[in-house]
């Protein structure tokens, strides 16, 4: 009765006029209030208002100074299931909360209903600690610190601890603060996947799982980037998509494992929304089912069906560390960018097939939807045949799992009310698959798929030409899934194929595919293949002549050569060589994986005369590097480019957490068997948006259209005549075994010519180096350099440069080997444990040996051999960023003794200026 009269509270607070005045008029001063972090009484009034007025909880069930059962504290405010700890200053009191916060929960969770979580909170007003128990153990799971120029965000991230009515309206940033990496709902679900993890975490059908998805990544980063703690990230996240996708539906959420497989999808008619596939792991730990569930439970706050935009993409970018996601790439294409590129790139939606060849979290594939919803209902087509067009035209690939899983409960929500008028079988067209299909290797007059089997059994081979008919591959399916169950012999599987249909070779290779599964399945690594084979197989499908695309669309991967592995780098290397785009010499390191998707992408998924619409690095528009793309020179396939945006002076686009652009962009529209230079013109779009994500609406504000001439393309021949007197500072790699500090000695102190030093450990390290233990020891003084970063430099002044170790003697690179031969044993010490961590951990070539030594790796391009020669006057300037920033440095801040002045990566210096007048002691 309690809670019923509490949810009728709140939804009159919510749609009355007395709430909207109160959210409008007090909410904004109660914020600013709580960030001044007011005295105790004072902030307990603003949490009691915000409480009533906010959440509709009655004066009566508000305890404040509860005291514990056992008289050992009293807890500030209570309210149901939440204790809430009021404090003066949570930057020196955190600790306090630490200790307290378990007797609290623990009295509390005495009184509350089952199955109800109790959560503590904790607050100074400015900061908002929430924590819970697990197992009797304190855990955090979120942190708030108030925002006075948004309000409301407070209430949102609140919400799901305490608002006890469906009514959140599921805009981006709603949907990322309620599920987002500071909120309640991933800090309690992230401790849980921990424990589960370390229960299951070795069992086999678990650990293939975990393998599998750990080489799909790969293949889209081009590295290794899969850790426990991301594959935890995204259980928890595909766990969430696949609630959503069943309230899209309305649909009770009884058995998580029908959820999490797609059986309470597939009982109504929606197959390949949702699927059994590597984040199903949790129901094989005790607790796992409760964990489904609660999360499930979380979705049910949002309308789902009012979504105007793609929400999940904010949600993915939310959940990752922002260094993490600088690393990754992870940055998504703003709505309104991909509606306008939808409008241009497809003028007959009703008629023209989409694919996205990349799709991410399935934003080209919402407004591509939307825009084909809009024309049918204009054309006053019913709407069960519009929600049938949808599924015959618009179709998704993309190797990431997790954004297979967002694209796919993105399409389904596009649909809106019309997922009411779906036919009896409505299949989701969004495909986990390898789009450039490095996979498919030539077989003599035709070809296979091979299928990785990690760690090291041999790839699963399935016959390209069967692939490409789907009929015939999902009989053959059948058939290996009915051999499985029945433990079939493969010359039964074998002939039962052959019988379908296939080829006499064809049949005979699944014959051998299906002997391995059945290895496989005795060793119990089985449940996923069905999963995978289905999946990784469809782009050979859609690249048949029958199923290519009228339009090739979206925002394909910018990952540069010199980041990838270094069997991607081959790999690249070759694919970009058999379409007549490698460059190679000194741009080999700019080349980019995007220049392949548009190549690839239009000889295999393009129709002839079909139109690809791209999102691309701006130098796209005139890089050397892409000058094969723009000038038709292509092998293999013919692109013209027909038309090109350039967004260089629209601001943010990608990026925008970190304050600035990540890079600047550009689109760039092509069409297939058609030459031609570019266009002797391009359109340029100029604006500053409110914010990254910003609506169509507000995008048409702000951003200016004009005409302008087609930029020129950069070349190597016209350069600066002062080009000769620069170069790039020394590529000090692996930061912590060249940046040092100085390490604590003990009584008998340091030597004065060999300190004790350790290396330094930053923000800037990058993998795999950040889990490297940093070399620690005495070094000769004589190698101790004074060194300049980009972090050195500021308008007008030379910052605090960094201490460092160079073993550079005499204008020669040491090694750990000549350094000892020339009696540095210091140095030669410290060299032969970073040679030794250099060779465990560099990038390997074909043969297993690293690609580079380290004393190579730190005198790249002889940049660091270069600077030994003294100078009285130095120009500096940094690598890259908004505001390029110089220095003139002269005299003893440039001879540092007794070598003088070393400079980094990021800056580029000038050296031996002949002359300078005396007041220009410092430049920029």
């Not at 904004?28 to 009691?48: N, Q, Y």
């Not at 052959?498 to 290779?509: F, H, I, S």
């Amino acid at each position: 009765m309690l809670s019923r009269m509490r949810r009728q509270r709140y939804s009159l607070k919510r749609e009355g006029k007395v709430a909207n005045s109160w959210r409008g008029d007090r909410l904004p001063d109660i914020v600013r209030s709580m960030a001044s972090r007011p005295r105790h009484e004072a902030l307990r009034g603003l949490i009691t208002e915000l409480l009533r007025e906010g959440f509709g909880a009655a004066f009566s069930e508000l305890e404040h100074e509860r005291y514990l059962v056992d008289n050992s504290g009293r807890i500030d405010v209570a309210w149901g299931a939440t204790v809430i700890e009021l404090k003066s200053d949570l930057r020196r009191e955190e600790r306090d909360v630490v200790a307290r916060m378990p007797d609290y929960l623990a009295d509390a969770s005495r009184g509350s209903a089952p199955g109800r979580t109790t959560v503590g909170l904790a607050t100074d007003g400015a900061t908002l600690l929430a924590y819970t128990l697990d197992l009797g153990r304190l855990t955090s799971i979120g942190r708030y610190d108030v925002d006075v120029d948004h309000p409301e965000r407070l209430l949102t991230w609140l919400e799901p601890l305490l608002s006890p009515v469906p009514e959140v309206m599921p805009t981006p940033i709603a949907v990322a603060l309620a599920f987002g990496r500071y909120s309640l709902a991933f800090g309690r679900a992230h401790a849980q996947l921990q424990r589960l993890w370390s229960e299951v975490g070795d069992h086999p059908e678990v650990r293939l799982k975990r393998n599998l998805w750990d080489g799909l990544l790969r293949q889209v980063y081009g590295d290794d980037v899969g850790s426990d703690a991301l594959f935890l990230q995204h259980t928890y996240l595909t766990i969430l998509v696949k609630a959503i996708a069943a309230r899209v539906l309305d649909l009770e959420i009884g058995d998580p494992a029908e959820m999490l497989s797609g059986r309470l999808l597939a009982n109504e008619g929606i197959v390949g929304a949702v699927e059994a596939d590597f984040f199903d792991w949790p129901l094989l730990a005790t607790g796992g089912d409760d964990l489904v569930r609660s999360l499930a439970a979380e979705t049910i706050r949002f309308r789902l069906r009012d979504v105007k935009v793609d929400v999940l993409k904010s949600l993915y970018e939310s959940l990752i560390d922002p260094d993490e996601r600088h690393d990754l790439g992870e940055y998504y294409t703003p709505d309104w960018l991909a509606a306008r590129v939808v409008t241009a790139a497809i003028p007959r939606p009703l008629e023209q097939r989409v694919l996205d060849p990349s799709c991410g979290s399935g934003t080209f594939l919402f407004h591509a939807l939307r825009r084909l919803i809009e024309a049918g209902r204009q054309a006053g087509v019913p709407p069960a045949e519009i929600v049938e067009t949808c599924a015959d035209r618009v179709f998704g690939i993309d190797v990431h799992p997790v954004a297979v899983a967002l694209a796919r409960v993105t399409w389904l929500l596009a649909l809106g009310d019309l997922v009411q008028d779906r036919p009896p079988t409505l299949s989701v067209p969004v495909y986990m698959g390898d789009s450039m299909q490095w996979n498919l290797r030539p077989l003599g007059a035709s070809a296979e798929v091979l299928v990785d089997v990690p760690p090291n059994d041999p790839p699963l081979r399935i016959p390209a030409g069967l692939a490409s008919d789907q009929h015939l591959f999902e009989r053959a399916l059948d058939e290996l899934n009915r051999g499985l169950d029945t433990l079939a012999e493969p010359e039964a599987i074998r002939h039962a194929i052959a019988l379908a249909g296939a080829t006499t070779e064809d049949a005979a290779m699944l014959g051998q595919t299906f002997a391995q599964l059945k290895e496989l399945y005795l060793d119990g690594r089985n449940h996923i293949w069905t999963f995978i084979l289905r999946n990784l197989l469809r782009p050979v499908w859609l690249s048949h002549p029958d199923h290519r695309a009228d339009v090739l669309i979206g925002n394909p991967p910018w990952i540069v050569y010199r980041h990838l592995s270094a069997d991607m780098k081959d790999r690249l290397r070759e694919a970009l060589r058999s379409y007549n785009l490698w460059v190679g010499g000194s741009l080999a390191t700019q080349q980019d994986m995007c220049a392949l998707f548009w190549a690839r992408g239009a000889e295999r998924y393009l129709r002839d005369g079909g139109v690809l619409a791209l999102v691309l690095p701006y130098a796209a528009l005139n890089a050397p590097v892409f000058a094969g793309m723009r000038d038709g020179g292509m092998e293999r396939v013919r692109v013209a480019i027909i038309g090109g945006w350039g967004l260089e002076r629209v601001w943010p686009i990608f990026g925008a957490q970190s304050g600035s652009s990540t890079t600047s962009t550009c689109v760039l529209f092509g069409e297939r068997d058609r030459a031609g230079p570019p266009p002797a013109e391009f359109d340029r779009w100029v604006g500053v948006l409110p914010r990254r994500d910003a609506s169509e609406a507000e995008a048409a504000e702000v951003l200016a259209h004009m005409r302008a001439a087609w930029p020129r393309p950069r070349t190597l021949l016209a350069a600066s005549p002062y080009r000769t007197r620069f170069r790039n500072g020394a590529s000090l790699f692996p930061r912590r075994f060249v940046l040092v500090e100085y390490a604590a000695a003990g009584r008998l102190q340091s030597r004065r010519d060999a300190p004790r030093l350790r290396g330094r450990v930053g923000s800037l390290d990058k993998r795999p180096w950040t889990g490297v233990e940093p070399p620690e020891g005495p070094v000769e003084r004589i190698f101790v350099r004074r060194i300049a970063l980009g972090e050195s430099v500021a308008p007008y002044r030379l910052l605090d440069l960094v201490t460092g170790v160079v073993p550079m003697e005499s204008g020669a690179i040491l090694t750990a080997a000549s350094a000892d031969a020339r009696g540095h044993r210091g140095l030669a010490a410290w060299l032969r444990d970073a040679e030794t961590k250099w060779n465990e951990h560099s990038n390997k070539g074909v043969d297993g040996a690293p690609r580079m030594t380290l004393t190579r790796s730190l005198n790249h391009l002889q940049k660091l051999v270069a600077q030994a020669a003294r100078s009285p006057i130095r120009v500096l300037y940094t690598k890259a960023g908004n505001a390029i920033e110089r220095v003139l440095a002269r005299g003893r801040r440039c001879d540092y003794r007794p070598q003088g002045l070393l400079v980094g990566r990021q800056l580029t210096r000038r050296s031996r200026v002949r002359c300078c007048r005396p007041e220009h002691e410092y430049c920029a």
